[in-house]
């Protein structure tokens, strides 16, 4: 029997598992009404899952792919490493092709598959390669967990925290960044109440945010993305907390669409707004004009479900992230320390100490 | 042939509409996939029209309601002037009763049952009151066209002009307020480009608004509700307009959900925010603290049609509407004039200049 390591916590949602020689995903596909395990043992339907958004969320996707890479070494029937590389090639390149945007997917495939190299013989390998890809994913929850620790120690007893889209455990391994930092505060003892956004257009706050804070007992209430203004104009939230997708050296921030609003909202109305990241998101290389901001497909607007909600040819701009400039970052939250301003000299620290 | 004056763009959209002793509504459950016009004969469908929103919007709600005391009228079989008055009053209690909140519809209804009780026979009072309800849709389209020329003038060439919500031609009798104004700047010769936010949760944005400016052949894009301040931080936006559902005499502005924080990120970026609003709008008696701010059906946020997007059992923040506060208002576009700051003064001497 090879797991995951319990961290403590037996209803904790695990987003990818392995045991019993199977990788177990959510279906979050399923959600929020019903939560469905799926079994894989074949590579080609990880692949499937990964490219149907059966799992989501950049750490998430990064292990599930390295177990991909498990389950092909397992399937395939060569005698020799040679053999084996050959066919762990192939299905390198199927789970690569999945979502070629996403940075830890081609990031944990590349590190299996250096490992695979490695090896000496085909049961090697395959022991080698599952070893370090349930490392990837046990490291992922530790990590969320340090994150989660360092955030919890800035929250007061009570606090009412917003966050938006999904940076909890349903985009990760387990735990989550954002939600991490509610988690832990709440295991401190602490009264923690949850605004979460629906967070148009794809509903991550509805669908995921609700879902996972509600099975995890945590209080939370769901607003539309049109309420943010209103509900800080009512003194009602004392802090924001969101997720990242990268974060470049100057501390500018790209996360879901929407992030930037919501900081600008908060500087407003001086509540501290925070991103909660690991070491893994931050960009050392990109400046900021480098980075192209997605337009996503135009039926994630006019369509839910299969419900039209607009003239089906009307102009649709839909972009899938924003930048959030780090003026109105208070702090950004790290396995590692709490980063504040001035971010470039930090995060250069930071970085350098990291290597 | 009884019908509202043609004012010269037969492709308008007429919400609410009198031909040949019947009423003609937009019926705007079935936008923006079909354009459906229904008829009404009898005031108990109209009533039932304005429950189930057929027709809604303050101004078309009201002037709806008028026409459905016409219809009354006709459909009454009384021989005297009491008898029709007291068939009239179970019409119009029937009718009040379907938007109880909606402060057009007792108004417009108190001013055609006035006209009634006036009445000297049966035939005079049928005409009377038809002749005030045709008064009263026509001014409701002559006081949007006056909004619009006056708003017209602030705006230059080329402008791309973000609004929320729908305060058109489908939320009055036709022409609309804030997109009145943009009706008029194009006809004024302008390039306008129009950006519509969504407007969750109900979605006036994509259901209305996109259908009713891609109707009119207005260059429009529809937009997430999230995708505001991005759009603003790439500065895309040169004007913003909305509606207002009713304007305190401090110049408090209170709207849709939405239209407060749109307000703050127009100023974080130095974006001229304007309310286009007829003087009926305005409430020289309530204090900011007398309003309470509904809470909707919390439905709204967790279905879309039958879909659930949302654990059913999560907690709901869905209030209805916000207040964007004077600060945030570059001008109030109205039929007699645009107001600026100091609001107060302002909206003290026109409204004692209209009585």
């Not at 967070?199 to 945010?209: A, H, I, K």
């Not at 901001?293 to 089906?312: F, M």
Request: hydrophobic share 40%; glycine share 6%; with cysteine.
């Amino acid at each position: 029997l090879r797991r995951l390591k319990d961290y403590g916590n037996d209803k904790m949602l695990l987003t990818v598992r392995w045991e019993n020689g199977t990788l177990i995903l959510i279906d979050q596909t399923k959600l929020p009404t019903r939560l469905v395990y799926v079994k894989y043992n074949k590579y080609q339907d990880v692949a499937n899952a990964i490219k149907s958004l059966i799992v989501r969320g950049a750490p998430a996707i990064g292990v599930a792919a390295a177990f991909g890479l498990c389950l092909a070494a397992f399937q395939s029937k060569a005698k020799s490493t040679s053999g084996l590389i050959s066919d762990l090639k192939v299905a390198y390149a199927r789970l690569k092709s999945t979502r070629p945007t996403a940075v830890n997917l081609a990031w944990a495939l590349d590190i299996i598959m250096k490992k695979a190299t490695e090896g000496t013989s085909v049961d090697q390998i395959r022991n080698e390669i599952l070893d370090r890809s349930l490392r990837m994913a046990n490291d992922d929850i530790a990590i969320n967990k340090r994150i989660g620790q360092n955030g919890a120690q800035l929250i007061s007893k009570n606090e009412v925290i917003l966050t938006h889209c999904n940076a909890g455990s349903l985009a990760t391994v387990g735990y989550g960044t954002a939600l991490g930092v509610i988690r832990a505060a709440k295991d401190d003892g602490k009264r923690i109440q949850v605004i979460a956004t629906e967070t148009r257009p794809v509903m991550q706050g509805s669908r995921l945010t609700a879902f996972e804070l509600t099975h995890d007992g945590i209080d939370v209430r769901l607003i539309p993305d049109t309420a943010v203004g209103h509900i800080m104009y009512q003194d009602t939230i004392s802090r924001v907390i969101v997720g990242a997708d990268r974060v470049l050296k100057t501390g500018h921030v790209f996360n879901k669409i929407g992030t930037y609003q919501i900081a600008a909202l908060a500087r407003r109305h001086s509540i501290p707004f925070y991103v909660a990241a690991p070491i893994s998101t931050f960009d050392s290389k990109s400046k900021l004009d480098d980075i192209v901001i997605e337009q996503r497909d135009r039926n994630e607007v006019i369509k839910i479900g299969n419900k039209i909600i607009a003239p089906q040819d009307v102009k649709v701009l839909n972009p899938a992230f924003d930048i959030t400039p780090p003026e109105l970052i208070t702090g950004i939250i790290t396995e590692k320390c709490v980063l504040k301003a001035p971010y470039k000299t930090n995060i250069h620290k930071l970085l350098n100490s990291n290597r």
